[in-house]
């Protein structure tokens, strides 16, 4: 079950054909931040965090974050098997907030 937190509400009243972008723009978010990026720069979604510039303690310091905005816990093991946006938002869609998620699949 998923802790309510303020992103979560503001997902939950968004049609649910918007909230996949609506995750993906926190998910992002939360990672141009950790990089320092400018608003402009683009984030690429398919490259490895490695590759991005980060650490291993950054990936968990930026996973226990996410967890705190998302009220759902993100597994460890997936992060690092799996290490890009991309993968790490179809993970949260599929196992992290299936129920916020559950009309999109059947649709």
Same mark, same amino acid.
């Given at each position: 079950?998923?802790?309510?937190?303020?992103?979560?509400?503001? /997902? $939950? @009243?968004?049609?649910?054909? #918007? %909230?996949? &972008?609506? +995750?993906?723009?926190?998910?992002?978010?939360?990672?141009?931040?950790?990089?320092?990026?400018?608003?402009?720069?683009?984030?690429?979604?398919?490259?490895?965090?490695?590759?991005?510039?980060?650490?291993? /303690? $950054? @990936?968990?310091?930026?996973? #226990? %974050?996410? &967890?705190? +905005?998302?009220?759902?816990?993100?597994?460890?093991?997936?992060?690092?098997?799996?290490?890009?946006?991309?993968?790490?938002?179809?993970?949260?869609?599929?196992?992290?907030?299936?129920?916020?998620?559950?009309?999109?699949?059947?649709?």
């Amino acid at each position: 079950m998923t802790q309510s937190t303020p992103t979560i509400e503001q /997902l $939950r @009243i968004l049609p649910w054909a #918007q %909230r996949r &972008e609506a +995750l993906e723009d926190v998910v992002v978010a939360q990672f141009r931040a950790t990089l320092l990026m400018d608003e402009d720069e683009e984030l690429p979604l398919d490259e490895s965090y490695f590759e991005l510039g980060f650490t291993s /303690l $950054r @990936i968990s310091e930026l996973k #226990q %974050r996410l &967890e705190n +905005l998302l009220g759902c816990r993100i597994s460890t093991t997936q992060l690092f098997n799996f290490p890009t946006v991309e993968r790490l938002l179809a993970h949260v869609v599929d196992d992290g907030l299936p129920e916020l998620f559950a009309e999109e699949s059947d649709a």
